[in-house]
């Protein structure tokens, strides 16, 4: 066993072809397979990691499974891998007109690039191994990131700011090549499935239980909260925008689970 190079969209076609058999891939790799799994970027759209099982671990889930299974994969679990925010290395941002003019290394999915349009900033797209350099030289002001990832990885030794805004749920897949999936049998099958979603909701509890101010504090940076209301106000218009894209209907029924 190892670490197979590349990028997750890499790792996700080699999975399709049955040259690896397991994968993963967040919003930027799985979107390359069924677009529509882009609506999770929606800032906002999940108002707790409860909502988001009940969410990807119910119809909705199912349906993308579906999808995925069209084009070779068989999902395992969905994952959420942290709640997304900014590390900063120009400025904290409190309100979203804090954004205004900041270059920020962003996922390379259209609608998180065209958030941060709206807020006056602009998203950049970057290899994550060029993020630690690109702050320092300031070729970049920031980064928006699962923070739990980010710490683990050393971004925030670039930066100095902490800046919570908590917009996104990161989604993250868990594949199978389908045809694998298929040679198995059913207690295989079954066996798979209950630990992968074993390890779907213990990936959640290590994301809930990253104490954010305790972590970057203790690294020296200065952590703040931000206007969240502001920010639900000032991109409620991409709901508008992408409504026609992934579906109004789609868009309520996630937003309506667990109510």
């Known amino acids: 066993m190892g670490t197979i190079p590349g990028s997750e969209i890499e790792h996700t076609g080699m999975c399709i072809r049955g040259e690896i058999g397991i994968a993963n891939a967040i919003m930027s790799g799985a979107v390359h397979v069924v677009p529509q799994f882009e609506v999770f970027g929606l800032p906002f759209l ?3 990691s409860r909502r988001f099982h009940q969410v990807v671990e119910g119809p909705i889930g199912d349906e993308f499974s579906v999808k995925f299974e069209k084009s070779g994969l068989k999902v395992l679990c969905y994952y959420n891998v942290g709640e997304r925010s900014l590390l900063l290395a120009k400025r904290p941002v409190i309100e979203p007109k804090d954004l205004k003019g900041l ?21 950049i797209g970057m290899p994550p191994g060029e993020m630690i350099p690109a702050l320092q030289q300031r070729v970049i002001d920031g980064v928006e990131v699962g923070l739990a990832a980010a710490y683990g990885s050393k971004i925030h030794e670039a930066c100095k700011y902490v800046s919570l805004i908590r917009y996104m749920i990161t989604p993250c897949a868990l594949f199978m090549n389908l045809k694998l999936w298929n040679s198995l049998n059913p207690k295989e099958q079954k066996i ?3 630990v992968a979603k074993e390890s779907s909701h213990y990936m959640t509890t290590l994301a809930e239980e990253f104490n954010v101010y305790k972590s970057f504090g203790d690294a020296g940076l200065k952590v703040n909260e931000a206007n969240r209301e502001a920010f639900v106000k000032a991109l409620t218009p991409l709901y508008d925008k992408y409504a026609p894209i992934f579906g109004r209907e789609l868009i309520d029924r996630i937003r309506a689970t667990g109510k």
């Open 192 to 194: 798979f499935q209950e």
């Open 46 to 48: 999940f108002r707790d």
């Open 103 to 123: 270059k920020i290394r962003s996922m390379p999915v259209p609608m998180i690039v065209d958030m941060f349009a709206t807020l006056g900033g602009t998203a």
